[in-house]
């Protein structure tokens, strides 16, 4: 009788964590399968920098697959240096991303597998298979074509706002903010002038005389191709002034199974 007793007892304990810790990993919010997905502004995607992102209030504690904040419902676009990529145990890539400026600064971006469990039944599985289209593009124009040489990469990425519950994982934002899912994320391309740590730095006075009209563009472009070059570093000149905030709609750019797995590293891992 004891022993049935205690059998019951611990499958019920088992089930009790299995269901908090499908609530705490916030799958379908992952996969943008949950119903709030619908509010996600797609087309309006938000450049900031991580830093910004790391300055927002948090949200650090266990919320469930709903949408909580405004920040989950935008995209944001940023510049970031890779310092740590793995392949999760539910087949996501988690990447670590240092902010351009202030490398003390990071934040996490997930690409999914959109083949893996439930997210093929996602209503955005095209953009989950775009995005890992562009992942593995990525990695395999590295060297090896493995991840560990992605590490110093300086990439743009586009996703998702995506709180995470704080269980001390290593890259973590201070607001506990990632990008998850990745929507798009592509190499930048090293600047001809050397090695300057901030990926707008070669490009920083150009930008200045462009936006103020003080000066011209040195750069050999026409057409489309320079005036599409020429808005974006009239963009990049935004986001460095101090009143810039990456919440505000007026700096967005028109821009035309599931088995519960926490693949998510242990502290012991992490440290």
Known sequence: MNSTVTRLLSVGVVF?????GCALNRTEVK????????????????????SALNAIPPHCGPTGNRRVRDEER???RIDGTITRVKRERDHDIHIVLADTTNPEDHVVVESDDPNF????TSPYRDRLVAARRMM???????????????????????????????????????????LHPILT???????????????FEGRLLENVGIATGSGESSRDCSGDTCALEETRERESVTRRRPDFNP??????????G???????????ALL
């Open 117 to 120: 469990g439930k997210n093929a």
């Open 258 to 268: 599931d088995a519960c797995i926490d693949g998510r590293e242990s502290d012991a």
């Open 16 to 20: 009790t964590f299995s269901m908090v």
């Open 31 to 50: 996969s943008l399968r949950d119903p709030t997905a619908a509010g996600i502004q797609f087309d309006l995607p938000i450049d900031t920098t991580i």
């Open 247 to 256: 919440n505000d709609s007026r700096h967005a750019r028109d821009n035309p």
């Open 74 to 76: 935008r995209v944001y």
């Open 185 to 199: 994320i592509e190499r930048l391309n090293a600047i001809s002038t050397g090695q300057i740590p901030n990926a």
């Open 136 to 178: 593995d593009a990525l990695i395999s124009d590295s060297s090896a074509n493995r991840l560990d040489d992605l590490k110093g990469t300086m990439v743009r990425v586009t996703g998702v706002g995506f709180f995470d519950v704080n269980h001390l994982q290593k890259g973590r934002s201070r607001s506990c903010i990632e």
